[in-house]
């Protein structure tokens, strides 16, 4: 069974900058994607990136674009996404998200597997 483990979250200011990181373990190998996805309070989960598993092709909701950038170090089967001039609407819980499909894009019900989640705020 694939285990999502996401770490990095905290409390940062505005304008700063902080990476969260996805570490999969179990059963990688069925895996092609991996993704962020995030919630605040009071709203629906929201896409944020996506990459393949080979790291060669990324794609990002609007929210992130410019500013955002998710990575992927092979050898330790883990997904970065880099956060830069965060802003307070920048805060939710950010979920780490795997899919069997080669591009599963920002629909939710195209990932399998899901992380527990990891905070991030931005105070102003």
């Known amino acids: 069974q694939v285990q999502l483990v996401e770490s990095g979250g905290g409390l940062v200011q505005a304008g700063g900058s902080l990476r969260v990181s996805c570490a999969a373990s179990?059963?990688?190998?069925?895996?092609?994607?991996m993704g962020w996805f995030r919630q605040a309070p009071g709203k629906e989960r929201e896409f944020v990136a996506v990459?393949?598993?080979?790291?060669?092709?990324?794609y990002y909701g609007g929210s992130a674009a410019g500013r955002f950038t998710i990575s992927k170090e092979d050898a330790k089967n883990t997904v970065h996404l880099q956060m830069n001039n965060l802003n307070p609407e920048d805060t939710a819980v950010y979920y780490c998200?795997?899919?069997?499909?080669?591009?599963?894009?920002?629909?939710?019900?195209?990932?399998?597997?899901w992380g527990q989640g990891a905070q991030v705020t931005v105070s102003s």
């Open positions: 179990g059963g990688t190998s069925r895996l092609n994607a």
């Open positions: 990459i393949n598993w080979s790291g060669n092709s990324k």
């Open positions: 998200a795997a899919s069997q499909l080669m591009h599963p894009g920002r629909l939710q019900s195209n990932y399998d597997y």
